[in-house]
């Protein structure tokens, strides 16, 4: 079965860190790019990160760079979203999601998505 | 900064049909993508590259695009459709990804 489990989320002072990871089964995650989306209650969609199939290449949304850390271990199959300085603004649900090859079809799109762990950042 | 501009809102009767835009400059070059979240669920995507329809999306939903502007259609929208519904794209540097602000799609 094909599926993706975040894990790591919680309660978190302004200014602490949090790392959350993504657990990706019954699939070769070591092929696919990686990304973290987050959504705030009540609020939209906003993308975080993105790192490539062999972690070589990573990018941001400007809201998190030079805070927040995304990496991954595919000897682990694993993905990671290190979060320091966290503020408030922070709190939200993050989700990791797959985003296949470009010589697959559904490239370019986050075909699946894990269930999400929730960040809260409150004193 | 790159911003994709949905309405808040689309209301339609079951069986009607229910249009969603997304508008953004970025989108006379760059795919469109659509993604469906219902509430307390993760986003499910409808449709990729424009037009595309994931295997298992039933074929009610639809996307197009043309200029700046790109828009889903689900024709004959059912109850189940009534979800909150994202656009989603890069920029022309492709190192960065961008949602649009989300449409709740009411169905009554």
């Known amino acids: 079965q094909v599926q993706l489990v975040e894990s790591g989320g919680g309660v978190v002072q302004p200014g602490r860190s949090l790392r959350l990871s993504c657990a990706a089964s019954g699939f070769t995650s070591s092929i696919y790019s990686m990304h973290w989306v987050r959504q705030a209650p009540g609020k939209g969609l906003e993308w975080v990160a993105v790192?490539?199939?062999?972690?070589?290449?990573?990018y941001y949304a400007d809201s998190v760079k030079g805070r927040f850390t995304i990496s991954r271990d595919n000897s682990k199959n694993t993905l990671y979203l290190q979060m320091n300085s966290l503020r408030a603004e922070d709190t939200a649900v993050y989700y990791c999601?797959?985003?296949?090859?470009?010589?697959?079809?559904?490239?370019?799109?986050?075909?699946?998505w894990g269930q999400g762990t929730m960040v809260t950042v409150s004193s | 900064s790159y911003e994709l501009t949905q309405p808040p809102s689309v209301s339609v009767s079951p069986g009607q049909t229910a249009r969603i835009t997304c508008s953004g400059d970025?989108?006379?070059?760059?795919?469109a993508y659509w993604y469906q979240q219902k509430s307390g669920q993760a986003p499910v995507l409808v449709i990729y590259?424009?037009?595309k329809r994931p295997s298992g999306i039933p074929e009610r939903f639809s996307g197009s695009r043309s200029g700046t502007m790109a828009t889903l259609t689900i024709s004959g929208a059912q109850v189940e459709d009534e979800a909150d519904y994202y656009c989603?794209?890069?920029?022309?540097?492709?190192?960065?990804?961008?949602f649009g602000g989300g449409t709740k799609l009411t169905v009554l």
């Open positions: 790192i490539s199939y062999d972690g070589s290449n990573t």
């Open positions: 590259e424009d037009s």
């Open positions: 989603y794209s890069t920029d022309s540097s492709i190192n960065h990804r961008v």
């Open positions: 970025a989108l006379s070059k760059k795919y």
């Open positions: 999601a797959r985003d296949p090859p470009q010589w697959m079809s559904l490239s370019g799109a986050f075909d699946i």
